[in-house]
């Protein structure tokens, strides 16, 4: 989808490894690019269990992009359930996006089959909820993408 709007700004996609072994994955990612996390518009970390059936999410948003998150995912009919306290910073890769001084939003959701075998689809997916979270994430990043300031 961004790619075919020929977005204003540069969007770069990124899928990191090693989250149990001290997030190898992301710290690897950033070495590599040292001054990414200033000079980014915005990051959008898509954590986990994203379209688990019956679960709220959480958000950990900065400040100037709550109302985007929430824009996003109202036009999904989807709603922000839980917002951490402003400045809190998350755990996992989030964490780090937060550490680095980018403005960010990450959200996940909960689930009883985290890390277990049971965690796997049909059981543990909603299908359905997991492409209406893909469509606000991708509209709303195409917007963000569009601005040139």
């Known amino acids: 989808m961004l790619a075919a709007a020929a977005p204003a ?3 770069l996609f990124a899928a990191f490894s090693g989250h149990e072994i001290g997030f190898l994955g992301i710290e690897a990612y950033l070495a590599n690019r040292p001054n990414l996390l200033k000079r980014a518009y915005a990051c959008i970390h898509l954590g986990a269990n994203i ?7 959480q958000v950990h948003v900065s400040a100037s992009l709550e109302s985007w998150i929430a824009a996003a995912l109202e036009k999904e009919g989807l709603s922000v359930d839980n917002k951490a306290p402003s400045g809190s910073v998350p755990r996992g890769e989030a964490g780090t996006i937060h550490r680095g001084g980018a403005r960010y939003v ?4 909960g689930t009883e089959v985290f890390h277990n075998t049971a965690d796997r689809w049909p059981d543990a997916v909603d299908v359905a909820m997991l492409a209406r979270y893909a469509r606000a994430f991708a509209t709303g990043a195409l917007g963000l993408a569009r601005q040139r300031s």
């Open 9 to 11: 700004r540069d969007c």
């Open 51 to 57: 379209g688990a059936p019956r679960q709220p999410n």
């Open 106 to 109: 990450a959200l996940v959701c």
